[in-house]
Nanobody
Framework: QVQLVESGGGLVQAGGSLRLSCTAS????????MVWFRQAPGNERDVVAG????????YYADSVKGRFTISRDNAKNTVYLQMNKLKPEDTAVYYC?????????????????WGQGTQVTVSS
């Protein structure tokens, strides 16, 4: 059984930074792509950033390019999302998700495992 546990969310002022972490347990982490999604009230769950197991393959939504950076540490079974220059529209619950392979997909239904989510609130 795979478990994903996110941490690092919180309240921050616009222009500030947060770093989210997601630690996986239960399976070899290194053969899975890891992705961060987010969902604001009334909105669909949208992909924010993803990284393949090879680390070479990364994806960023246009809305976060240049501000967010995804990285992973396979030895620690952890993926990180460094979020800089945060905006009020980044406010959402952030989820990490995992799928076998090296590809990053934007469809949420592709992913096999999900964390419980961590709230990020950016005040103006």
């Amino acid at each position: 059984q795979v478990q994903l546990v996110e941490s690092g969310g919180g309240l921050v002022q616009a222009g500030g930074s947060l770093r989210l972490s997601c630690t996986a347990s239960g399976r070899p982490f290194s053969t899975y792509a890891m992705v961060w999604f987010r969902q604001a009230p009334g909105n669909e769950r949208d992909v924010v950033a993803g990284i393949g197991w090879s680390v070479v393959s990364t994806y960023y939504a246009d809305s976060v390019k240049g501000r967010f950076t995804i990285s992973r540490d396979n030895a620690k079974n952890t993926v990180y999302l460094q979020m800089n220059k945060l905006k009020p529209e980044d406010t959402a619950v952030y989820y990490c998700a995992l799928v076998r392979g090296n590809n990053v997909y934007t469809r949420a239904d592709i992913y096999d495992y999900w964390g419980q989510g961590t709230q990020v609130t950016v005040s103006s």
